[in-house]
């Protein structure tokens, strides 16, 4: 694949970071642009850790087999319920905080904190 004659090759700046523009566009990965321009996949790698460009930097993801997809998808479905237990419990307490107010004013409070207060109701 690639040809390693002995030759040491040096290469512009502009054209390294038009790699890497071209790697950071998503157009194309490491392998591609090596194969096209007749680079190793190290000396880009080289680039960007030259340019500090870590996001170029391992931003692929491949899922392998069926267990890690099912797990994802149990760990987003758990998610979504964490999700939506946590808004339920916000409304709960606006709720709460909406009828000892309510409550509040009924009995002659000046405002719910006296309220819980007199109840015992911690906040």
Same mark, same amino acid.
């Given at each position: 694949m690639y040809n390693n004659d002995g030759i040491n090759r040096r290469y512009s700046e502009g054209f390294k970071l038009k790699i890497l523009a071209e790697l950071s566009s998503g157009k194309y990965n490491k392998s591609e642009l090596g194969r096209i321009y007749g680079i190793n996949r190290t000396t @880009? /790698? =080289?680039w960007i850790d030259q340019y500090d460009r870590k996001d170029l930097k391992n931003t692929r993801v491949y899922v392998? !087999?069926?267990? $890690? @997809?099912?797990? @994802?998808?149990? &760990?987003? +479905?758990e998610v979504e319920q964490l999700k939506s237990l946590l &808004? +339920? +419990?916000d409304i709960d307490k606006l709720m709460m905080d909406a009828y000892l107010e309510i409550a509040a004013e009924n009995l002659g409070y000046k /405002?719910? $904190? $006296? &309220? +819980? =207060? !007199? &109840?015992s109701i911690k906040p």
């Open positions: @880009i /790698n =080289k392998e !087999n069926s267990d $890690e @997809i099912g797990r @994802i998808k149990a &760990l987003q +479905k &808004l +339920k +419990k /405002n719910a $904190e $006296e &309220l +819980k =207060k !007199n &109840l």
